[in-house]
Each structure stands twice: as C-alpha cells, then as structure tokens.
Nanobody, 124 residues
Framework: VQLQASGGGLVQAGSSLRLSCVASGATGRIFSSYIIGWFRQAPGKEREFVAAIRWGSGIRYYEDSVRGRFTISRDSAENTVYLQMNSLQPDDTAVYYC???????????????WGQGTQVTVSS
C-alpha cells in the first residue's frame, strides 16, 4: 500500500484547509478492510493521532481537540481520504501524515503504512 498526502499550506488562524491522501497498491476489496488515519507531529513533540476512518463502513474516529472542527471522509472511487480542517488554530501547526492499517488504533504503531508528510502552518 502506498499513500500520497497533499494539501498542506500556510494559513491564518480561523481558516480552513483540506488535506488529501491518495491510496494505491491494492484492490478495492483489500482497501475495504483498511483503516486510514491522519496523524500530526509538531516540532519537538511526538506524533499524535488526529482522525481515522474505516474504509469499508465509513466509521470515523477523532481526537478530542479536533472533534467538531475536522472532518475525515473518503471517496472510494478516487481511493482518496480527505481531512477537512476548519477553524484552524496555531496549535494545529504540524506536519500531517496519513497512514493505513487493518486495526484501529490511536498510536502510530497500529499503522504499518505511511505517506510522506504535508506541512500545515497556522499563523496567529
């Protein structure tokens, strides 16, 4: 499984961004058993869970600090998972990574496949 993340940028506080994660390397039937997650890592901090979605059922999971502001979704036809981020704050500044695995978890160890990161910077 290969993952390609994109969509980061520099925005002002209160703005929105949409990150994309394009998955490849497996058939749709295999993807249906996967969970795609978004993590972020700020300078000097550990990588932390942001959100995840079960590809087959669409069940979503969120970290408490982003619930209500971020929305994770998937487009099966495009093999893409999106992270819509609204009301961005400076504390959201980080490199954002998408990851894939077959078991849900909120630690990076649950996801064996990772995309490259995309930088999100929120200015105050």
């Amino acid at each position: 499984v290969q993952l390609q993340a994109s969509g980061g940028g520099l925005v002002q506080a209160g703005s929105s961004l949409r990150l994309s994660c394009v998955a490849s390397g497996a058939t749709g039937r295999i993807f249906s058993s996967y969970i795609i997650g978004w993590f972020r890592q700020a300078p000097g901090k550990e990588r932390e869970f942001v959100a995840a979605i079960r590809w087959g059922s669409g069940i979503r999971y969120y970290e408490d600090s982003v619930r209500g502001r971020f929305t994770i979704s998937r487009d099966s036809a495009e093999n893409t998972v999106y992270l819509q981020m609204n009301s961005l704050q400076p504390d959201d500044t980080a490199v954002y990574y998408c990851a894939a695995g077959t078991k849900y978890g909120t630690t990076h160890k649950a996801y064996p496949y990772w995309g490259q990161g995309t930088q999100v910077t929120v200015s105050s």
